[in-house]
């Protein structure tokens, strides 16, 4: 039986290949918005930054852009999200994809550094993978939930 650690980076893996999919997919429409105004790019930095507050979240690793946001009080989650988004608009596609690389890799070594019971079902580095991660990628992306695909029943199946 694999380790809590071990299953979450492989679960993390999954999904990160279907999300690399997705992206590569989109690149021919990566600048068009769709009805709400979101660019397929802008739904990449999007995930960029929430898999960056996931890192930040398990290891403490402060946020390279919009560290101010994440920080300020009191917390509200659209203005930090309004907040990103404006501040990574004006990046180029290149830019953007290698920022979902850079927070993508970041993520998994906090996770790599997280104990083993954070990392199991319900627990605090788990949590943020489904809240901030992988289970967070099909919420922009039509792709499948590898969280909810491995954890059905969310934390409560161990």
Known sequence: MM???ETLLAVMATGWADLEGAIAAARERFEVADEGG???RDAAAHIATWERMAARKIAGTPLPVGEDLATATPWNLNRFNDGMIERCRAWSAAEVLTEVAAAHEALV???SGADE???APGG???TAIDDDGAGHYDKHFAIPNAMAERWPEGAKTP
């Open 38 to 40: 979101w660019r397929p």
């Open 3 to 5: 380790a809590h650690r």
């Open 109 to 111: 070594a906090a996770v």
């Open 124 to 126: 605090t580095t788990w």
């Open 117 to 119: 019971a954070s990392c």
